[in-house]
């Protein structure tokens, strides 16, 4: 097993966790945060090396693993694979976004402590693939936003209750589970205590009222950190789809696309921009679990694709309205704020950020959200066009919301609303990533289409390891780098019509 060049692993998570206790001690918040974006940084720049290492050998072969771990418990718990290897850079670039766009008039009200405590403990849950570890990390970082409600002295009777439950569902479920269990004679009743507890942690309805719970009383910096990395998805990747059956997988399906039509619809009629958000990011992280649950190539690199975009864009799009409110309040969408004149940099993320979670062309959603409607159309023409409804009504609410916070007044005030130098770093590095990635998707969608084609052969060894090979002989390194659209897909009947046949079948040679 090839090692990585640098313990970058390492790194990421001990950074964060050491940082946070240094800012515990720091009395002045200034200083806490200008410390936090430092530390921020240093993070993000480990977890890019560790994703630059993993693409090194441009096989997707090589596991970074954290020495001290294996050596005292004789496996390896802290893993990168092709799954998390892109998801700490995403998970990086959430909290350092976060933590730069907080402004001054906002950092009495924000612990950076905290924050970087998430983060440890974001990153670590992210490289965790054993069963246990991973539920202990899930539950630990229920903690960070409890003790903010517990500080903002708020209620977390709601909060308490629903993530208490979605613990013992995962404690309960996994000791359930056998170790020799299998999809093919996998465990029912724990199966459907596992799917429960992903299902309450990702917000599906009818459990998804402790999210807007979360957003209207905890800050929004803090609820963005525990919504937008979507770890109820990563969960259901490493606890359930292993060994849930497929009808289990079929009704997380249904649920999860009932929950995307549901949370559209409701992101069309609301006046608060936070509940706004909620149910907006609601259904795009639904719309995730439906491609997830497929169970097929094409919809699973869908899933894993739009995971990615939509933990970006909806970043993006959640700092924008964090930014407006740290500077007019609370965000009311039933009238006209007329806020373009005073920040059209702002204006600019919100419009980008939210075409880029519904899929619009040119964006890094775009390609992710075609293969994810693709998908679904080879299940049921059912699940396609309610995955393209639920887009549509998601980018009527994003322009909706765009004319009433930009435009439609004059907006009339003494203070100064311009974007500080901060925001328009973070303004100009997300745009340039959504952008990026939509011109110049092929790496990203490779990478996806070789970690779906992992996670099939992990479900099913004895059936699903021949079609992440391929079923015409192609060893699984090459079948990697080829485009989804262009690669023979197992149980698929046709090739793509913009391939000729000659060269599916040379490739099948």
């Not at 001054?104 to 974001?122: H, M, N, Q, V």
């Not at 439906?290 to 864009?313: D, F, K, Q, R, Y």
């Not at 049921?380 to 435009?407: D, E, H, K, Q």
């Not at 969608?445 to 992990?458: D, N």
Request: hydrophobic share 50%.
């Amino acid at each position: 097993m090839p090692e990585m060049h640098l313990p970058w692993l390492e790194f990421s998570v001990l950074i964060p966790l050491v940082g946070s206790l240094i800012v515990f001690l720091i009395s002045s918040p200034d200083t806490a945060r200008r410390y936090s974006i430092l530390i921020c940084s240093l993070t993000l720049a480990c977890t890019i090396g560790e994703w630059l290492d993993f693409n090194t050998l441009h096989t997707f072969e090589a596991h970074d693993h954290w020495d001290v771990c294996s050596a005292l418990l004789g496996r390896d718990m802290f893993v990168i694979d092709e799954l998390s290897a892109p998801l700490l850079p995403v998970a990086g670039l959430i909290c350092l976004m976060t933590v730069l766009t907080t402004l001054r008039t906002k950092i009495t009200r924000f612990s950076f402590g905290l924050t970087l405590l998430s983060e440890a403990l974001l990153l670590a849950t992210f490289s965790c693939r054993e069963p246990w570890p991973l539920i202990f990390l899930l539950s630990l970082s229920i903690v960070p936003p409890l003790i903010e409600l517990r500080t903002r002295r708020r209620s977390v009777r709601f909060f308490s209750l629903h993530m208490t439950a979605f613990v013992l569902l995962l404690v309960t479920g996994q000791a359930l589970v056998p170790d020799t269990s299998t999809a093919e004679h996998a465990p029912v009743l724990a199966s459907c205590l596992l799917v429960a507890a992903a299902l309450l942690r990702s917000g599906a309805v009818p459990m998804h009222c402790w999210l807007t719970d979360l957003f209207e009383k905890a800050s929004f910096g803090t609820a963005l950190l525990f919504v937008t990395p979507m770890t109820g998805a990563y969960a259901i990747m490493r606890l359930v789809l292993p060994i849930a059956p497929d009808w289990t997988l079929h009704t997380i399906s249904m649920i999860s696309l009932l929950t995307a039509i549901y949370a559209a619809g409701m992101a069309l009629v609301q006046h608060d921009a936070r509940r706004f958000f909620c149910f907006i990011f609601l259904s795009h992280s639904s719309l995730v679990l439906t491609g997830v649950e497929m169970a097929t190539p094409v919809g699973l690199t869908g899933a894993l694709c739009v995971w990615l975009s939509v933990s970006i864009s909806m970043l993006g799009f959640g700092l924008t309205l964090r930014s407006v409110e740290a500077r007019t309040g609370r965000i009311s969408l039933a009238t006209f704020h007329g806020l373009f004149e005073h920040t059209p940099y702002l204006a600019a993320l919100f419009l980008v950020t939210g075409l880029a979670s519904i899929g619009f062309p040119g964006t890094i959603g775009f390609i992710g959200s075609e293969l994810l409607v693709e998908g679904g159309l080879k299940l049921s023409p059912l699940i396609g066009v309610t995955v393209v409804l639920t887009a549509m009504l998601n980018g009527v609410s994003v322009v909706l919301a765009y004319f009433r916070v930009f435009t439609g007044t004059r907006h009339i005030g003494a203070s100064m609303l311009q974007c500080r130098p901060a925001e328009r770093v973070a303004i100009l590095a997300l745009v340039l990533l959504i952008l990026g990635g939509g011109l110049y998707p092929q790496p990203s969608v490779s990478s996806r289409y070789h970690a779906a084609m992992h996670l099939l052969s992990q479900r099913n060894a004895a059936s699903a390891a021949e079609p992440a090979a391929g079923e015409h002989g192609e060893s699984p390194e090459t079948t990697a780098m080829l485009p989804p659209r262009i690669t023979p897909q197992p149980n698929e009947s046709q090739p793509n019509e913009s391939q000729p046949e000659s060269t599916v079948s040379q490739s099948a040679e």
